[in-house]
């Protein structure tokens, strides 16, 4: 059991795109997205939020692991479902 619990953390190190780096690539877009939409700034939408401005621009930019509690301050924030936060674009693949 154990033997197997080390492989598959082993294969899951190996892979070069995990799961979580493709929600992390379409969070990013959905937020610049929506936020353009409202047309707030990364500033307005961290005020509303209840966040730094910084941190939203780092979640824009994909350079941090967002908690589930501030995903949903966000979808709050720009008026949307929390899961449509993390779905695909429609027509638009995220960049890497």
Same mark, same amino acid.
């Given at each position: 059991? !154990?033997?197997?619990?080390?492989?598959?953390? !082993?294969?899951?190190a190996k892979d070069p795109h995990p799961?979580?780096? !493709? *929600?992390?690539?379409?969070? *990013? *877009?959905?937020?610049?997205?929506?936020?353009? %939409?409202? #047309?707030?700034? !990364?500033?307005?939408? @961290?005020?509303? *939020?209840?966040?730094?401005? +910084?941190?939203? @621009?780092?979640?824009?930019?994909?350079?941090?692991? &967002?908690?589930?509690?501030?995903?949903?301050?966000? @979808? &709050? %924030?720009?008026?949307?479902?929390?899961?449509?936060?993390?779905?695909?674009? %429609? #027509?638009? +693949?995220? +960049? +890497?």
């Amino acid at each position: 059991m !154990q033997r197997r619990r080390l492989e598959k953390v !082993q294969q899951s190190a190996k892979d070069p795109h995990p799961p979580s780096i !493709q *929600a992390r690539e379409f969070l *990013a *877009a959905n937020v610049r997205l929506l936020r353009g %939409a409202l #047309g707030y700034s !990364q500033e307005e939408l @961290a005020f509303e *939020a209840g966040l730094h401005r +910084t941190f939203v @621009a780092h979640v824009e930019r994909r350079a941090r692991n &967002i908690s589930l509690d501030n995903v949903e301050r966000l @979808a &709050i %924030a720009l008026k949307v479902p929390v899961h449509e936060l993390l779905m695909p674009i %429609a #027509g638009k +693949t995220p +960049t +890497t």
